[in-house]
């Protein structure tokens, strides 16, 4: 992926990112950090069939669109006050992202006015899939406007047979991978991003329990089968580096998963101590490191892989080995880092000469600092 687009979501009322390989995002609190990340993680939702369940958490269509004029920019030009200006089309909720190969773009809106109790529920006014941009009739692979979508086979275009749910994505809906299978493709790689926005860590704590473990690919996006990862990556992963790593940021410790049967739990064998402490006797921000370590470390990377505000609860002398894990993992997937922690974003740039994107909120709305609209990457 090398491009973001996302428009009209929150405070991101126009806003288009260039990526690489490791993209570093800072701001102030308030910025639109986690809207981006957000708006971001709904892309993969909407593939997966739940847009409009993440949008309902959120308050519904109408509590997500940009509340403020359509043309601010244009008012700051001339320096008169910020004022509301009449909407000349309906408001459009839209997230897309283009790669090498293939682009993609939902757009949202209100549904229709009805008695319907459904009714903030979004309605998608328009879906399209593409080869790789620039887009063109000829390399276009899905088109839908409202309930009316067509997508190309090998001997052209056709219909769907169905009509597909006003507040699902078709990629969610689509049958027949022998007759799409670009579609397919891209559907399952959207469902392949993985997500992580901090673990809990209470005395309730799933990563606190002893839990059935089976060997596991991908860390879940709670943490809750840590010591199964973590497990899995010493038997089929990069166990010396995973060792490594610990030793990196915890100096005289030493990894340990403990249990018997299938019941396993996370320990840390200290040094200097008769026994390994349990995951019960871990602190916050050890419990929290070994979780970005299963992420990163998995023997399954992902295609993106997305870490918001990571250093919750570390002490500041592990943020640059958790920058040395980061910029590993960035070797064998493309990473995003949302972060508050200037020393995070400063050592992810030493370490692979990333500079931070920086986001900052003017006039309500969420503008990366110092990029113009020449700057601004193509789209669509």
Request: with cysteine; aromatic share 6%.
């Amino acid at each position: 992926m090398h491009t973001f687009a996302v428009a009209n979501y929150r405070s991101l009322r126009d806003l288009k990112l260039a990526l690489t390989p490791l993209t570093v995002v800072t701001g102030a609190n308030g910025s639109g950090k986690s809207n981006l990340y957000r708006a971001l993680r709904l892309l993969a939702q909407a593939a997966d069939g739940r847009l409009a369940e993440a949008l309902a958490l959120e308050g519904g269509i109408p509590s997500v669109q940009w509340a403020g004029p359509a043309d601010i920019r244009r008012q700051v030009r001339r320096g008169v006050p910020i004022q509301g200006t009449a909407k000349k089309a309906p408001l459009r909720v839209s997230f897309g992202f283009a790669a090498a190969d293939v682009a993609y773009e939902i757009s949202l809106g209100l549904p229709t006015p009805s008695t319907s109790r459904f009714a903030f529920d979004p309605e998608i006014k328009t879906e399209t899939v593409w080869q790789k941009p620039p887009r063109r009739p000829s390399n276009t692979w899905l088109e839908r406007e409202g309930l009316h979508v067509r997508a190309r086979e090998r001997d052209g275009w056709s219909r769907l047979d169905f009509a597909p749910a006003t507040n699902r994505s078709v990629l969610a809906e689509l049958g027949e991978p022998e007759r799409f299978p670009e579609l397919f493709a891209l559907r399952e790689r959207l469902r392949g991003w993985r997500f992580y926005d901090g673990f809990r860590t209470d005395a309730e704590s799933p990563l606190r329990q002893p839990r059935i473990g089976v060997r596991t690919g991908a860390l879940a996006h709670d943490g809750r089968d840590l010591a199964a990862a973590l497990q899995t990556i010493l038997e089929i992963g990069d166990a010396p580096a995973l060792h490594a790593a610990v030793e990196d940021a915890f100096p005289g410790s030493s990894l340990q998963v403990l249990g018997a049967d299938a019941q396993l739990q996370v320990g840390l064998a200290v040094e200097g101590l008769l026994r390994p402490l349990s995951a019960t006797e871990l602190s916050d921000g050890t419990l929290r490191y070994l979780c970005l370590l299963a992420a990163l470390a998995s023997p399954r990377p992902p295609e993106l892989l997305v870490l918001n505000e990571p250093e919750q609860s570390l002490h500041p002398d592990l943020l640059r080995p958790l920058a040395r894990q980061i910029a590993r993992a960035a070797g064998r997937s493309r990473i995003w880092v949302i972060t508050h922690a200037r020393a995070l974003a400063d050592a992810l740039e030493d370490l692979v000469g990333a500079p931070a994107v920086e986001l900052a909120r003017e006039f309500g709305e969420t503008r990366i600092v110092g990029q113009g609209l020449l700057d601004e990457p193509v789209w669509p």
